[in-house]
């Protein structure tokens, strides 16, 4: 009786468990790529190192899920790992009874993943394109395609219906603002902020829709993501421009002006298009002049004497471009810009230290290399330090008595009467109250140039950035408009930090660093300006951080470096603590302490303003 029952208990939960005839079976054993460029890792998560990059369409077989991201199998057997929200999942459909085949008769059918227009596009469609019926909702189809994909398509384009392309789809398209991504692995966040989450990434070449802009970032959607990234590294376009006219503009607009690089290693080719020949490759941050433009292809100088093509998407207008005559010659005299900079023992960054240099020391030049001097020591040796961390002119400046710099001054404004008298003809008043002000806040070094070193091996660059972003938040909140000389990680040359002053009409510049010296046991925060236009702002700034900082006091002092000394706006120099001591430095390297160095120089600011 017991085997029985155990029987007939059996075939009960198997007929639980049977597929109703007409019923759609499913298997989800399959990913397909929604967007394009999508980057395939070594292992679950954005720190693993891309193999293989796939595009939209592409279908790979699930192996395994974890922690929102799916294994799939490669071509060659390989394994790799992709994020599961830039993939549709697709449910391998069995044909069941009742279905239609019906055709596509737009010239682009987009597929949505919804019924509307607001929903996210998963595929396209062709003319022609055969496609299996699922269901029909208000006027929408929902449909399975030949590869698989399910989503939904508008009824009027499917069978007989009109021909015409989705034309509100299209429409609705072109007035949108559109982006390129200028960088490959572009940081998206989930808020404008650089110590937001990163919820993805993109890569050079990738086109987004630009929704918001807010404080030097823009909220974009495309690739499947959607969230914000800085505007440093989308060139905008609008859809709505006129090819034509833009480039008779860009003609006689451009040709003879200078171009800033905008992306690491851009190929300059020998023709103005992706199939000329490489000659060579140009760097983020250098500035070229243009000779020609043809389309949206400039033709700049290079060092060597040689012309070339570049793409005008990867660069910016203006810049600084270096003369002919501007490498130092054998025999002329260095000036060191900081303190704890590095001599090496050849001409790059990794290379051995041979000495540490500091601000205000001077060198006689014996050669150069590329970006790199070879000076000569106090003890008869040589070494080689980088350009962009000495200055050619700084001797000169330095021995001049303050009436000699009043009557050059005088003397320079009289023969180059040029562009700045044009621009004093309409002059800016200066801001009145924070609200209306604008603040430059200049992150010390950055890319190639790390600063200083710590005890600890901290890096300079990292430090100002992480602390020029909390104080950027800060003075955004009273509605002043603040712009940061970098958001990230790259070389920004002096001359270009203090030009964003200019360009931009600011009211201040704040440039802020931490200091460095042979010994460790020096420590404490100073305040550096130029000229007596300076000084009230860095009085006021320095007594705010006073208010602030458990550190030793080290005063307000001259400084005679040149983003203050080129500045002609109210302009000082911070050195928030030596990162040389290695008390100091472990203090430094918390969060807690940027945030109220920042609390600090906001305090001093908005008192400057009162």
């Known amino acids: 009786m017991k085997l029985l029952i155990s029987i007939l208990t059996s075939v009960l939960i198997i007929s639980s468990f049977s597929i109703p005839v007409n019923t759609v079976l499913a298997n989800s054993d399959s990913a397909v790529i929604a967007s394009d460029h999508v980057n395939m890792r070594e292992g679950p998560g954005l720190a693993f190192a891309t193999i293989a990059t796939a595009n939209e369409g592409d279908t790979y077989e699930i192996l395994d899920k974890e922690y929102g991201w799916l294994k799939v199998r490669l071509s060659g057997g390989k394994e790799g790992w992709v994020a599961e929200w830039l993939t549709l999942q697709n449910e391998t459909v069995q044909d069941s009874a009742g279905s239609q085949t019906r055709k596509v008769t737009a010239d682009e059918l ?134 034509d006219q833009a480039d008779s503009i860009t003609d006689v607009t451009l040709k003879d002006s200078a171009v800033t690089i905008m992306v690491d290693a851009l190929t300059v080719r020998d023709e103005p298009n992706h199939a000329g020949s490489s000659l060579t490759t140009v760097n983020l941050g250098e500035s070229y002049s243009i000779e020609e433009v043809s389309g949206e292809w400039y ?46 023992s050849m001409p790059s960054v990794q290379s051995e230290v041979v000495a540490r240099v500091y601000s205000g020391e001077q060198f006689k030049a014996v050669a150069q290399n590329g970006e790199w001097h070879e000076i000569e020591l ?40 040029i562009e700045e008298e044009s621009q004093e003809e309409v002059p800016d008043q ?139 706006i109210p302009a000082i120099l911070l050195e928030l603590g030596y990162i040389s001591n290695p008390t100091e430095e472990a203090v430094i390297n918390n969060d807690q302490f940027r945030e109220i160095a920042a609390t600090g120089v906001y305090n001093g600011v908005v008192d400057y303003f009162d």
């Open 430 to 568: 200066p801001a009145v109250s924070i609200e209306e002000a604008t603040i430059v806040i200049d992150a010390g070094h950055g890319g190639r140039d790390s600063g200083a070193v710590g005890a600890g091996g901290s890096y300079e660059k990292t430090l100002t950035l992480r602390t020029a972003e909390i104080l950027y938040h800060k003075l955004s909140s009273t509605g002043a408009t603040v712009i940061m000389t970098r958001q990230d990680d790259r070389y920004v040359d002096l001359h270009t930090r203090v030009a964003s002053s200019k360009l931009n009409g600011a009211d201040l510049f704040i440039s802020i660093h931490y200091d460095a010296i042979d010994d460790r046991s020096i420590k404490g925060f100073t305040t550096y300006y130029y000229g007596d236009m300076d000084q009230p702002l860095a009085e006021s700034v320095h007594s705010g951080l006073e208010d602030q900082l458990n550190l030793q006091d080290r005063g307000v002092q001259f400084g005679n470096y040149l983003v203050l000394r080129e500045n002609s």
């Open 299 to 344: 033709k700049i100088s290079l060092s060597s004497g040689e012309s070339g093509w570049i793409a005008s998407w990867y660069t910016e207008p203006g810049g600084t471009v270096p003369s002919a005559d501007s490498s130092s010659e054998e025999g002329s005299q260095l000036t060191v810009l900081y303190n704890g900079s590095n001599v090496r």
């Open 378 to 417: 106090s003890d008869g040796t040589t070494g080689f330090i980088a350009d962009w961390i000495v200055s050619s002119d700084e001797a000169a400046a330095e021995n001049q008595t303050e009436e000699d710099v009043i009557e050059e001054k005088s003397q320079t404004e009289e023969e180059n009467v």
């Open 110 to 243: 987009r597929v949505r993943s919804g019924p509307s227009t607001d929903e996210s596009i998963l595929s396209s469609l062709k003319n022609g394109d055969d496609v299996q019926v699922a269901s029909e909702e208000n006027g929408w189809v929902e449909i399975i395609t030949k590869e698989n994909i399910k989503g939904w398509v508008k009824a009027e384009y499917l069978s007989l219906a009109s021909a015409e392309s989705d034309l509100s789809e299209t429409d609705s398209s072109a007035n949108s603002n559109m982006g390129t991504i200028s960088v490959d692995r572009l940081n998206v966040r989930d808020d404008f902020s650089s110590n937001a989450a990163v919820i993805g990434s993109f890569n050079q070449g990738d086109t987004v829709i630009i929704i918001d802009e807010q404080y030097g970032w823009l909220h974009v959607e495309g690739n499947g993501l959607n969230g914000w990234v800085s505007s440093s590294y989308v060139q905008t376009n609008s859809t709505s421009a006129q090819p």
